[in-house]
């Protein structure tokens, strides 16, 4: 069988979604270390276009994008055809999305995914392929029983509130999103398993960091920060308990890098990828934390539960840091006011100055 592309050596490498908060931060990294890089993006999210320009300023020729839809077969063969790796970003983020309007959905998470790993099965040479899943995958977790402990919900089992949801959790999709999200997760898999195609899936928790443009919809923890910072209220739908586990990107380009480097040990499996308990947080948590950055209170206004939202969601990362030999994880707080500065450098006289740090 034919071996793998060495990481090590400079290669051309493929990043879908690649103006995107994750993928411009991956586009970063492996453009820093003398890789050419290859973005495939739409430019269809708001906000991204501004990363692009980011990416090239840093790294001039470099960078090489290709603007087209992940839906696009000839577009996708052609950034196929000379890549040595390939992370996979390019999706339908919004659970809300996906419910106004399923069938758009389907076709870029699913269709557009497979038309992705069709393209890398009939070029072959074992292209390895990194793919962005999510803890959707795992549904709501309503089976679970929980306990509230200062403004918090926690599991009653004693191990799982001490580690966490684990990859040998039943997948069970809720809402079209967690079904187009989990479909593309298992094909990735099977096309490792039927194709031989050296791939790997990382389902990811809450990531945030410098470049997240967050909204209500996603990327939560920006959108927390950036509503604070221009003195606008925040929305909770739900009593705003709902706890995550919160990873600072920095520690999930590392996990994406390493997994590639790694690919011939880790393909045809999944981890999940995410801050673990040390970085659990409640929603209420965070947003007292925002208020002491910013020294002032800030607004919160109060809806009703949302379809699939998960009351508790920490991810096991044993798994992958066992794997991949990861570091541990940037503390929540400390990655928090780094998004905040990045932020407020973004927004300028717009943004409130924040405290001094402790």
């Known amino acids: ?3 793998v592309t060495p990481s090590s050596k400079r290669a051309r490498v493929l990043v879908t979604g690649g103006a995107g908060f994750i993928g411009s931060n991956l586009v970063h990294r492996l453009a820093g270390e003398g890789h050419e890089v290859t973005v495939l993006d739409s430019l269809a999210r708001p906000g991204v276009e501004a990363n692009l320009a980011w990416l090239t300023a840093q790294h001039g020729g470099k960078i090489h994008h290709i603007r087209a839809d992940i839906r696009d077969a000839d577009a996708v063969t052609e950034a196929v055809r000379e890549a040595s790796a390939v992370f996979h970003f390019a999706a339908q983020v919004a659970v809300t999305t996906s419910l106004s309007d399923p069938r758009s959905d389907f076709e870029v998470n699913v ?3 497979f038309g992705l790993l069709e393209a890398l099965r009939k070029r072959g040479g074992r292209v390895p392929l990194v793919f962005a899943s999510t803890n959707k995958v795992y549904g709501d977790l309503a089976d679970v029983p929980l306990r509230l402990a200062k403004s918090a919900y926690e599991p009653v089992d004693a191990a799982l509130c001490q580690h966490g949801i684990a990859e040998d959790r039943p997948l069970d999709f809720h809402t079209p999103y967690g079904c187009s999200k ?3 997760d298992q094909y990735v898999l099977d096309y490792a398993r039927s194709f031989g195609v050296p791939a790997a899936v990382l ?8 470049r997240q443009r967050g ?3 996603q990327g939560w923890v920006a959108h927390f920060l950036i509503s604070a910072l221009e003195g606008k209220p925040i929305s909770l739908y739900g009593d705003g308990c709902q706890v995550r586990d919160v990873l600072d990107v920095s520690d999930c380009i590392e ?4 997994c590639w480097r790694n690919i011939e040990k880790v393909e045809g499996r999944a981890f999940n990828l995410g801050g673990g308990p040390e970085n659990a947080v409640s929603l209420r948590r965070l947003i007292a934390e925002i208020e002491k950055l ?3 209170s800030v607004e919160t206004r109060f809806s009703e539960w949302r379809a699939g939202d998960q009351r508790y969601y920490v ?3 044993r798994r992958i840091r066992k794997a991949l030999g990861l570091k541990p994880a940037l503390g929540w707080k400390q990655g928090v006011r780094r998004l905040a500065s990045w932020l407020q450098s973004e927004r300028g006289a717009r943004a409130r100055k924040l405290e001094a740090a402790e």
């Open 1 to 3: 069988m034919k071996s």
């Open 111 to 113: 269709g557009g995914t």
């Open 182 to 184: 989990g479909a593309a």
């Open 203 to 210: 389902r990811m928790s809450c990531i945030y960091g410098p």
């Open 215 to 217: 909204t209500e919809d």
């Open 255 to 258: 996990a994406y890098v390493a």
């Open 294 to 296: 910013i020294g002032s």
């Open 315 to 317: 991810s096991d990362t």
